[in-house]
């Protein structure tokens, strides 16, 4: 069974010399919840960007099931991105319907347990949320897909931190084992229990690339202080 995704040296370089990943190479299989993990500027959200086919990679690939991210890799992969793009004047509840109309497997029924168990009004129009309820929304629109492959850019950056356990257990049931999530975030003492695996990224290169239990087990302390440690300033 080949692996679901798949960078081989992978580089991104913007303009003159500025390389935002360098010869990025890694495997990752399904029923995984992946730690992309590393300072501002490491190249996490330009390689989230690269699996979307929002960018173009300089050289290398990126394979998403075997294909390069386009129509195909679309059709399987949810993502997350960490800016606003949804349509301001929309209520939450018409950015649910496009969402149905747009994606053969987005669950209604899904959505709507998560809109209820959040507090937020199918009624309010997106332009009058608060920073954290709109990521609230569109971590909704996220999870609320049947994917293959969940690209997840800090998705609890901006919620308070009430509702980050709950964004946490939303993020494990709402997966299945035939799936991967890869998961950008800055929160890392936050999001350890859920992680499977996690991928070091410094200055667009991989530094490191292993299980949370080998890290613990070899390094005796855990993801967050080997963080800590490695990327000290």
Known sequence: MRD???CQNLTKQYGKGVRALD????SLDSGRIVGLLGPNGSGKTTLLKLANGLLQPTSGEILIDGNKPGPETKAIVSYLPDAEYLFPWMNVSALLEMFRDFYADFNMEKAMTMLASLGLDGNAKLKTLSKGNKEKVQLILAMSREAKVYFLDEPIGGVDPAARDYILETIINNYS?????MLSTHLIADIERVLDEVIFLQEGHVVLHDTVDNIRAQHGKSVDALFREVFRC
């Open 4 to 6: 679901l995704i798949v």
């Open 23 to 26: 010869d990025v190479s890694f």
């Open 177 to 181: 084992e035939d799936a991967l999530v």
